[in-house]
């Protein structure tokens, strides 16, 4: 019996266990049912990258529509102001007699026509054309801005929904390790082989329903992002997204920690930025408000003249008289009011000033925190890639021997094969953060188009 019990291990050893694994690397990269369900189902749907998607969702953007309509009534309105106030024309049937209504009994019976115009308060009428001018060009800043925000916000979901589909079909390549795992356990229990315990099978079941389970949030991930793109995109389940090429890379490729000391010609370039040449913007119309204000301590006049007709009498030819007059206003109580408002549009400038320079300093932090992030990103996704992937998979590798050959613990098979997938899943993460940080970067520093929506 002895002599049998060391023939069956010796079989063993040397056939049984290097076939499982033999198995277990072979149908690693063999995609499971689910995952070539999905291919199919995916046939038929159109792929989108994300330069279509957001190509897309600018040229259907509501938004931008709203700001082009916006724009051409800013225009329209600087036309209309650049003109003076229609006259006002009046009729008028002056002193005719009670006793007889007759209009050539007394003299001073006139029908009388009259016209009036008021001007413009000083150059207020070519300023507040300039206001509006510089309120039609304030659009398309707008409208590029927007743009930055729609390619930002959806390039993070585009990279969430890639990293979910990737750790997703890492897990469908992982499934069929585990599987063999099971069923390693399942088989060495059954034939009474080294020290596998019945608790050995139901460890490796459980981590395999942990497993399903991982998969199912990685689904229900990809499914929400989708829901979010809805909002762009209303029709976004009827494609597919093509993740396949899921980089993104700098608009401005020279990213150093030298950055921490170039302040000024970092802080440069973010004034070209559309959110700060908003500022600019409502700067010069805060500058006009101010010219506009200055405007109220000058009169404004109003000219008028008329016609009065009167009818010849009995025995005398009548004259008839015109009449040409000019009225204005003269601030003379100006320190409640025009003095007031005056200061008022003043500080509304200065502030807006201020507000640039707080604007400059944030975005100059947090595109220098972006900088650095990446930079540390980078090195950290290095590493996996260079060693810790190696490592972990040379960890499993050794733990499935040491088991096979009597000389290790099923738990640490297991702790090994969860080790690896968590490595592999982390360095996707890094991979995913890295390019976030890109996108960050690519929005304070965009290369500036404008794509007009349809």
Request: one cysteine or more; hydrophobic letters at 45%; aromatic letters at 8%.
């Amino acid at each position: 019996m002895l002599f049998k019990y060391a023939i069956f291990q010796m079989v063993n050893k040397l056939f049984i266990y290097p076939v499982l694994l033999l198995c277990l690397s072979v149908l690693a990269s063999v995609p499971t049912a689910d995952a070539n369900q999905t291919n199919l189902t995916s046939i038929h749907q159109h792929k989108l990258s994300l330069d279509a998607l957001i190509t897309k969702a600018v040229k259907q953007d509501l938004w931008l529509k709203s700001n082009q309509l916006s724009e051409q009534a800013a225009n329209a309105q600087s036309v209309a102001v650049d003109n003076w106030a229609d006259p006002n024309f009046s009729i008028a049937l002056a002193n005719v007699p009670i006793d007889s209504l007759s209009l050539n009994q007394e003299g001073m019976t006139q029908v009388k026509f009259g016209v009036s115009q008021m001007l413009p308060r000083g150059d207020s009428q070519q300023i507040q054309q300039q206001q509006w001018q510089n309120v039609a060009a304030l659009h398309p800043i707008q409208r590029q801005l927007r743009q930055l925000q729609l390619t930002q916000q959806i390039s993070l979901l585009w990279l969430e929904y890639a990293l979910a589909q990737q750790i997703e079909q890492r897990i469908n390549q992982d499934q069929v390790l585990f599987e063999q795992m099971v069923e390693l356990a399942k088989a060495r229990y059954a034939s009474a082989i080294g020290q596998t315990r019945q608790q050995d099978i139901i460890r490796a079941e459980l981590e395999l329903s942990q497993l399903h389970e991982k998969r199912l949030l990685q689904q229900q991930k990809q499914q929400n992002i989708q829901a979010q793109l809805a909002q762009w995109l209303p029709d976004i389940f009827s494609y597919q997204l093509d993740t396949t090429a899921a980089e993104i890379v700098l608009n401005q490729p020279d990213m150093s920690t030298n950055w921490r000391f170039q302040q000024m010609s970092v802080i440069k370039k973010l004034m070209q930025h559309p959110q700060v040449q908003l500022l600019d913007n409502q700067f010069k119309s805060r500058a006009l408000d101010v010219q506009l204000s200055e405007q109220a301590y000058k009169p404004q006049w109003m000219v008028n003249a008329s016609y009065a007709y009167r009818a010849d009498g009995a025995q005398m030819d009548r004259a008839d008289f015109v009449s040409v007059g000019v009225s204005f206003d003269w601030p003379i109580f100006a320190s409640n009011k025009q003095d007031q408002n005056n200061k008022a549009a003043i500080a509304k400038a200065e502030a807006v000033k201020t507000d640039k320079q707080f604007l400059l300093q944030t975005m100059y932090g947090q595109a220098l925190a972006a900088a650095e992030s990446y930079l540390l990103l980078q090195q950290r996704h290095q590493l996996y890639q260079d060693t810790l992937l190696d490592q972990s998979k040379q960890q499993a590798q050794a733990a499935i021997t040491a088991y096979t050959n009597d000389d290790g613990d099923f738990a640490e098979v297991v702790r090994a094969r969860i080790g690896e997938l968590n490595t592999h899943i982390q360095s996707l993460q890094l991979h995913t953060q890295k390019l976030q940080q890109i996108v960050q970067l690519n929005y304070f520093f965009p290369v500036l188009s404008i794509q007009e929506a349809n």
